[in-house]
């Protein structure tokens, strides 16, 4: 047999259902009905029933510790039974039959229920067809005094049937309900003390005019106090009173001046014990319904809960966004937006996306300035495609944002949510890389075609033996993959160092200009002339600093008209911001357009004046003034007029 996980028996509740068994097998033997009757009461199947569902473990089948508690019911019944008069073997049968009925009774409520707790209204049924059976077997069987083996005719069965019926359906329903039933976490209110007050006598009330004035047709009275206690009552509360009504209506048929008989096929007694059957059903019913409603609205009012506070939690979560989300429902309506929304977009949105054009209100074109359509805000791209990148384009704001659109499905039917985020920020760097990469696309295709042309040109001459022309086909070839190694070096120390990690150091000026400048040997004729002044010690990252000079040194030897050499003064001094050094790179060269002096420091920008004679990437004024920007300092560059070339003026922290 199953049961639902049933503890150890405690003591205190041994030591209850042993008194109970007690009271169980000496009342009815005190009763000495008429020959040839039925016993009026008869409880041992009932507390042998409770008793083995205290006991059991959880097996199909009966186990060794039910067995054993099985001898102690028996014994238990014959010691006590044979200590009041019965015959010996009418004990050892009534014994052996009652204990047998409770098994069977235990069998079939656990089969019929799934478990030992009164959990449904199911769970009702379950006792009547369990106390049904067992009553069955214990009348068949001879399971009381005055009757052997199917000795019972078809009256007395029924009888016997209903009135054992009354206190077995009772006594396991409220037993039940009192050992193995948890209390609800719902369960209603507990009843106010007036009912009680009002209940109580009303219960006594009800019980003895039913008993007392059996000439009046009042014996449905006696359903009234369990219908009150279903209604007012929890499970718990309905099972004590349904209880104690029992016990009251039994006390009343052992009066002397009881005047409900047996006469007849259906007599008064036996409408009272169905009065009896129905009234505790009618509670039972009443309270498990309302406990499961009460459970049932519990469980309700936790999952609102729970929805209201996730629903809470992603709107806090959507609304401190900073990309901005709308939903779109499928008649057009804005179901919803965050802030971010509104602030992205720069004005507040329609409340219909079909009402009013989303294009013509808040200016949407694509990156490029070209139109759009308001379908191709809410068309959700293929999984292979990028999210579309947008311009917003206001009066007194333009704002880039890249925007991806996905379908939702809702219970109003499908919606279309459009996520975006500002990209503002990010469109220059994506101008810069556009950029780079058509000065890459230039500078290394041209190099790259001549590299491909002197080579052809140098294994023409080969193979017809021009031997002398070999060499210089080659040099110009090694020429222009100097040239395509340039701009490959310019970006990658670019990519380096612009967001490389600062290491700040101590260090003189000195040995690092040293240190670049040695790189141009003085036997080359168009090495240059040096001219070197810096005393000062800095604070700041010596690789960084190197790379700033390295460019600078190598742009004022690289921009040089033919017929002129390279000269390069390189100073130090103190700024005029103190703690500050200010380094003066100044140069011979070819100078800077006027109206240029600032825009040489953008990246890939170069002088279209010089793109043509000069090689090179548009990055290492640029990566300069990245490395000066991340030390705090400033740097700026001033023709030399009259005598041409340029001034490079930089700052770096003193140390």
């Not at 003591?11 to 009342?27: E, H, K, M, N, Y």
């Not at 409340?351 to 805000?377: K, M, N």
């Not at 001549?450 to 070999?470: F, P, T, Y």
Request: glycine share 8%; hydrophobic share 45%; charged share 15%.
């Amino acid at each position: 047999m199953v049961n639902d996980a049933q503890p150890k028996l405690a003591p205190g509740r041994l030591a209850f259902i042993l008194a109970c068994s007690v009271v169980g097998v000496v009342l009815p033997f005190t009763e000495h009905p008429a020959r040839g009757a039925i016993p009026e009461l008869w409880p041992p199947m009932t507390v042998f029933f409770v008793w083995f569902t205290l006991v059991c473990e959880g097996n199909r089948r009966p186990s060794t510790r039910v067995l054993r508690h099985a001898g102690v019911m028996f014994a238990l019944f014959v010691v006590l039974a044979l200590l009041l008069g019965s015959a010996p073997l009418t004990t050892l049968r009534m014994g052996v039959v009652n204990v047998v009925a409770a098994l069977v009774m235990a069998y079939l409520f656990q089969r019929t229920n799934g478990g030992w707790a009164l959990h449904s209204p199911r769970s009702i049924y379950a006792v009547m067809v369990a106390a049904v059976g067992a009553g069955l077997v214990a009348a068949l069987l001879g399971g009381f005094p005055g009757f052997g083996p199917f000795e019972l005719d078809s009256r007395l069965l029924m009888w016997w049937v209903i009135r054992n019926g009354v206190f077995m359906f009772v006594g396991a329903s409220t037993f039940m309900v009192l050992f193995h039933t948890p209390q609800s976490q719902y369960a209603d209110r507990s009843a106010a003390w007036w009912e009680l007050a009002v209940l109580a006598p009303f219960s006594i009330a009800c019980v003895w005019l039913v008993y007392e004035v059996p000439g009046l047709p009042l014996s449905w009275m006696l359903l009234l106090p369990g219908i009150a206690a279903g209604l007012i009552f929890d499970v718990f509360g309905a099972a004590l009173t349904v209880l104690s009504i029992s016990v009251l209506s039994a006390a009343f048929t052992m009066l002397p001046g009881n005047r409900f008989g047996y006469e007849g096929l259906f007599p008064a007694s036996i409408v009272v014990d169905l009065l009896v059957i129905v009234m505790t059903f009618l509670a039972l019913q009443l309270s498990l319904v309302r406990e499961q409603r009460a459970t049932v609205m519990g469980d309700l009012r936790v999952s609102r809960a729970q929805t209201r506070s996730q629903a809470s939690f992603l709107t806090q979560v959507l609304d401190s966004m900073n990309d901005g989300v709308i939903v779109v429902g499928q008649d057009g309506t804005v179901a919803y937006h965050n802030p971010a929304a509104r602030q992205l977009l720069g004005k507040p949105l329609p409340a219909s996306a079909r009402e009013t054009s989303w294009i013509d209100h808040f200016g949407i074109t694509d990156a490029e300035g070209a139109p759009v359509t308001d379908q191709d805000l809410v068309t959700p791209l293929s999984g292979t495609e990028p999210d579309r990148t947008l311009l917003i384009d206001n009066p007194g704001s333009k704002r880039f944002i890249q925007a991806g659109v996905a379908t939702l499905e809702t219970d109003d039917g499908p919606a279309t949510m459009v996520l975006f985020s500002d990209v503002t920020a990010q469109r220059p760097r994506f101008d810069e890389l556009a950029a780079f990469a058509r000065v890459v696309a230039h500078d290394l295709r041209t190099p790259l075609t001549g590299l491909n042309g002197w080579i052809e040109l140098a294994r023409e001459d080969l193979m017809e033996g021009r031997w002398s022309h070999v060499e210089a086909h080659l040099t110009k070839a090694q020429h222009s993959g100097g040239r395509m190694t340039t701009v490959i070096e310019d970006w990658l120390a670019y990519s380096i160092h612009r967001d490389g990690r600062l290491t700040p150091t101590v260090f003189e000026l000195a040995p690092v200009v040293q240190e670049v400048l040695a790189g141009y040997h003085p036997q080359d004729a168009r090495a240059g002339s040096f001219d070197v002044d810096v005393s000062h010690r800095i604070e700041a990252d010596p690789a960084l600093v190197r790379q700033l000079l390295a460019n600078l040194v190598g742009n004022a030897m690289k921009y040089v008209a033919d017929d002129r050499r390279p000269e390069l003064l390189i100073t130090s001094h103190a700024d005029d911001e103190q703690g500050w050094v200010r380094v003066d790179v100044r140069d011979r060269g070819i100078g800077i357009p006027r109206g240029q002096e600032e825009m040489i420091f953008d990246e890939f920008h170069r002088a279209p004046e010089h793109a043509e004679d000069f090689g090179g990437s548009g990055l290492g004024l640029s990566l300069c003034k990245q490395i000066v920007n991340r030390h705090g300092g400033r740097i700026s560059a001033a023709s030399n007029d009259p005598d041409h070339g340029t001034t490079f003026s930089f700052t770096l922290p003193a140390a």
